[in-house]
């Protein structure tokens, strides 16, 4: 698998998914914000603990298009909250756990803070009974504290 690292992108998807399948479906685009302390004033400055969750109600089944981060981050989606947890303190480099619940991981460097993914990314909700909750990890790599801002494009299949 290949290594993500700052300064190139990289998404992984556990199901492809052509855009034209999508197309008839109404884009929207969904914003969530999360403050970080100073990495000065963080001991743990680049650990899991620099990492905020999100939990964003998107829909219990959404296509993605498009991501944008205020400033240079590792985002990571997944299918159900525990899932989130369970995978929170892995590094960058390190393959997930088999069936994580991992649906997407982007590290994005400054130069690259919007991304237009080349394939649709899947992403579902796992919880029982199914919710319009996706869970969401960003990771602050800015080298300050920040609001990082990221809106994801994307095209919602079930409410």
Request: glycine share 6%; with cysteine.
């Given at each position: 698998?290949?290594?993500s690292?700052?300064?190139?992108?990289?998404?992984?998807?556990?199901?492809?998914?052509?855009?034209n399948?999508?197309?008839?479906?109404?884009?929207i685009?969904?914003?969530?914000?999360?403050?970080?302390?100073?990495?000065?004033?963080n001991?743990?400055?680049?650990?899991?603990?620099?990492?905020?969750?999100?939990?964003?109600?998107?829909?219990?089944?959404?296509?993605?298009?498009?991501?944008v981060?205020s400033?240079?981050?590792?985002?990571r989606?997944?299918?159900?909250?525990?899932?989130?947890?369970?995978?929170?303190s892995?590094?960058i480099?390190?393959?997930?756990?088999?069936?994580?619940?991992?649906?997407?991981?982007?590290?994005?460097?400054?130069?690259f803070?919007?991304?237009?993914f080349?394939?649709i990314?899947?992403l579902?909700?796992?919880?029982?009974?199914?919710?319009?909750?996706?869970?969401?990890?960003?990771?602050?790599?800015?080298?300050?504290?920040?609001?990082i801002?990221?809106?994801?494009?994307?095209?919602?299949?079930?409410d």
């Amino acid at each position: 698998m290949p290594q993500s690292f700052l300064g190139a992108p990289e998404v992984m998807a556990e199901t492809k998914v052509d855009k034209n399948q999508v197309k008839q479906r109404t884009q929207i685009n969904t914003t969530f914000s999360t403050a970080f302390i100073p990495e000065s004033l963080n001991s743990n400055a680049g650990s899991d603990l620099n990492t905020a969750n999100n939990d964003v109600a998107i829909g219990k089944i959404a296509m993605a298009r498009k991501l944008v981060a205020s400033v240079p981050c590792r985002v990571r989606a997944y299918t159900t909250s525990a899932n989130r947890t369970a995978d929170q303190s892995r590094q960058i480099g390190t393959v997930e756990a088999a069936n994580s619940g991992l649906l997407l991981e982007i590290t994005i460097g400054s130069g690259f803070l919007t991304l237009d993914f080349e394939e649709i990314i899947e992403l579902f909700n796992a919880d029982n009974p199914n919710t319009n909750i996706i869970y969401f990890a960003v990771q602050n790599f800015s080298g300050a504290g920040a609001v990082i801002t990221v809106t994801l494009t994307s095209f919602v299949l079930e409410d």
